[in-house]
């Protein structure tokens, strides 16, 4: 290798695509490749994309890196992955996938895990005894709105039993890649955490347990072994190696989901230190010296990717996927938004042509339900107080408020669960990308705004430095000054008392309607 510094191979898969990224040890991205994924939308309702397609993505990204910079290969050391949570691969005794994956948006469990939550004397719709048991182990509890890698399992094990009896493991999205690059099965403390199966209470010896295991009635033998994020698999296989032109003794860490990769690439890794990530969906979160449950926010901590720390775990359904939706539903409401690929800046443009408030339209973003801080897989979205003298570029804005607006109540939640003022906040995403939306966060969360620099590779940056941590060249510590601030968004003053009051009506819009969305989405 020489002189020259050692690179981890990242790989970081998304729902809407999949990037491959050589990263070094200070952060940087010295080369990187992009694939679309598929997303097919069942008749059923069910949500899924094809493993086969992630695996092909993933070969195909390195070859074309590689060809492209072959001087690389010399200087990958490592491969960590990291990819979206709460997803469920099915695979044979030959590790071969069987039929799609089940996908974190996919909510056909709800049915399965009302059933087994549910019974005597409840809170919340929760048995308290099964609760209490879920609460004091694992620092949470099966959603209810179905999403979970549990209610994924739940829903194949009843609904699709002879999946279920073919199945030798089932798999999160992260864990099935890992299975590609080195043959084994494995899971690590963060990613298996949405089993709800784990006894988390040390959190340096995290565990299956006997009795959360039976409540769930899974066959323990269809579960990984379990691993901490910053463990290392081992090699790769040889094969493998040969074939994508890598040296034979690159490791293969066990690597997080993205949630917990996002928070450590946003270099927010003390604890407090908050960070926002605008995705397809979106999440604002910070690591936590406790382990804590509020149930009626629905938040708790669980194992973070860190090496003994949990952090808040939380997720907003959709964010980034509202721009798409505006895309391609509306693709006619103005000039500026003609043709067939989505061009960001133009709706960035289109949104600046409007005003703070948006003209006093009101942008509800629950496409797909939400989890946090309330938990409906019913709940929908929806553009309020319309009328004829508003324009397009008032329905743009009011999506990207409509977003952020969402981010406020979740802030608030968790700041009420960390007993303190998140300030400033790390933004990091697809989103971040954009001036304006940092902008409006800042504004209307009103708390200073850090941008993140190359905010679309922080998941790869933090997949990345979780493979320096296993590999022993980083500290925690040190990834702290690694973190490249672009640039600060202030609170703009005069607007403040405008977002405080549609914030309210925001919040009044879902309790004025949830039982309508309630009603619309459950009659047949």
Request: hydrophobic fraction near 40%.
């Amino acid at each position: 290798m020489g002189n020259a510094q050692p690179c981890i191979l990242a790989v970081d898969l998304g729902t809407s695509g999949l990037k491959i990224c050589v990263i070094d040890l200070k952060g940087d991205t010295l080369a990187h490749n992009y694939q679309k994924i598929r997303i097919f939308y069942r008749e059923d309702a069910g949500i899924e994309q094809d493993p086969r397609e992630w695996w092909k993505a993933v070969t195909d990204g390195i070859r074309n890196i590689l060809e492209t910079s072959p001087a690389l290969a010399k200087r990958i050391v490592a491969i960590s992955c990291t990819a979206q949570w709460s997803g469920t691969v099915v695979i044979d005794e030959k590790g071969e996938a069987l039929g799609h994956a089940i996908i974190w948006m996919d909510a056909r469990g709800a049915p399965q895990v009302k059933s087994l939550v549910s019974g005597g004397f409840e809170v919340e719709g929760y048995n308290v005894s099964k609760l209490w048991q879920w609460i004091r182990k694992t620092g949470g509890g099966p959603g209810k709105a179905g999403k979970d890698s549990l209610a994924h399992i739940l829903f194949l094990k009843e609904k699709k039993a002879y999946v279920y009896a073919k199945a030798a493991k089932f798999l999160e999205p992260k864990d099935y890649l890992n299975l590609g690059f080195t043959g084994k099965c494995a899971s690590s403390f963060d990613s298996i955490a949405l089993h709800w199966v784990t006894d988390n209470r040390k959190i340096d010896n995290i565990r299956y347990d006997k009795n959360l295991l039976k409540l769930a009635e899974i066959d323990p033998q269809k579960l990984p072994d379990l691993y901490p994020a910053t463990g290392i698999l081992g090699p790769i296989l040889p094969s493998l190696a040969k074939e994508l032109g890598l040296s034979p003794d690159t490791q293969v860490v066990v690597g997080s989901p993205d949630l917990q990769a996002a928070a450590v690439g946003s270099g927010a890794v003390q604890d407090y230190a908050a960070h926002l990530c605008i995705g397809t969906s979106s999440w604002l979160t910070c690591h936590v010296p406790f382990k804590k449950t509020d149930v009626l926010s629905n938040l708790g901590t669980l194992p973070s990717a860190l090496p003994g720390r949990y952090f808040v775990a939380n997720e907003q359904e959709s964010a980034g996927l509202c721009l798409h939706y505006l895309w391609e539903t509306f693709a006619g409401i103005g000039q500026d938004l003609e043709g067939t690929t989505p061009s960001f800046d133009r709706l960035d443009a289109l949104a600046r042509s409007s005003v703070p408030g948006s003209r006093r339209v009101i942008f509800t973003p629950w496409l797909n339900g939400e989890r946090t801080p309330i938990e409906s897989h019913l709940v929908r979205g929806g553009f309020h107080n319309l009328s004829l003298q508003n324009n397009p570029g008032d329905i743009a804005r009011s999506v990207y408020e409509g977003v952020a607006y969402n981010s406020r109540w979740l802030l608030q939640a968790v700041e009420r669960f960390v007993k303190r003022k998140l300030d400033p906040i790390f933004m990091i995403g697809g989103g971040a990308n954009s001036d304006l939306w940092c902008q409006i966060h800042a504004d209307v969360l009103n708390r200073k705004i850090l941008q993140v620099a190359e905010p679309r590779f922080a998941n790869a940056r933090g997949a990345a430095w979780i493979g320096a941590l296993a590999m022993g060249y980083l500290t925690v510590n040190d990834i702290t000054g690694l973190v490249k601030i672009k640039k600060t968004y202030t609170p703009t003053p005069e607007d403040q008392d405008l977002y405080e009051q549609s914030f309210r009506q925001f919040l009044a819009i879902y309790k004025s309607n949830r039982k309508i969305y309630q009603r619309l989405n459950t009659f047949h």
